[in-house]
């Protein structure tokens, strides 16, 4: 009975690893995608439309799941390439880890330059003294 659930537990850990891959796979083939003039438009919108389905999921996910889908692959597009390697090895899968792990490796990486500071409307903004670490704060406006 302990290995049928280890066992089991050994599968549903090995699907969640094999579905991030696909899941990476087809955010790749996404960004990737080219109009090519020597197929038709047809067939082109079809591919991209069929690779944008196998992205996001809108069938079986939540509209705040795509969009926060959407979002992090942008927010992760646009940091710094460094910033981009530390916070990629983190492997976060919500907009807060990935908030999380982009503050923590900029701190590690420019430490004392500057950091997120909370203002009295509750917006954050960068600040250069040095940090106070408060994990698990909301970093959000």
């Known amino acids: 009975m302990t290995y049928a659930r280890s066992g089991i537990w050994s599968c549903k850990s090995n699907m969640k690893d094999w579905w991030r891959a696909c899941y990476k796979n087809y955010t790749a083939e996404f960004h990737r995608w080219k109009f090519r003039h020597s197929s ?5 919108m079809s ?4 690779v944008t389905r196998h992205w996001l999921q809108p069938d079986h996910l939540a509209a705040e799941v795509v969009t926060e889908s ?4 942008h927010f992760l597009r646009a940091v ?8 990629g090895l983190k492997d976060p899968s919500t907009a807060q880890e ?3 792990a982009t503050e923590a490796a900029d701190f590690i990486l420019s430490p004392g330059e500057r950091w997120w500071r909370k203002r009295s409307n509750g917006c954050w903004h960068w600040e250069s003294l040095s940090p106070p670490i408060v994990p698990g704060q909301a970093l959000l406006c």
């Open 80 to 87: 710094p390439g460094e910033l981009q390697k530390a916070v």
């Open 47 to 50: 591919q991209l439309l069929r």
């Open 98 to 100: 990935m908030v999380e």
């Open 40 to 44: 038709s438009p047809r067939m082109q």
């Open 70 to 73: 959407v979002a992090m692959d």
